[in-house]
């Protein structure tokens, strides 16, 4: 297993994820827009 690692930062918090380029694209979507969605969800709040 020779994957790069990718960083993805949130444009909201700026927290970052690590993902292995080869991990399943519809997986990484959804953590994406998870990510997304709960930054979202703290700011509103806050």
């Known amino acids: 297993m020779t994957?790069?690692?990718?960083i993805y930062?949130?444009?909201n918090c700026g927290a970052e994820i690590q993902v292995i380029?080869?991990?399943n694209?519809?997986?990484?979507?959804?953590?994406v827009v998870a990510l997304s969605i709960a930054c979202f969800?703290?700011?509103y709040i806050l």
């Open 21 to 23: 380029d080869e991990t």
């Open 9 to 11: 930062s949130c444009g």
């Open 3 to 6: 994957g790069k690692i990718k």
């Open 25 to 31: 694209y519809f997986a990484l979507v959804l953590s």
């Open 41 to 43: 969800a703290v700011g």
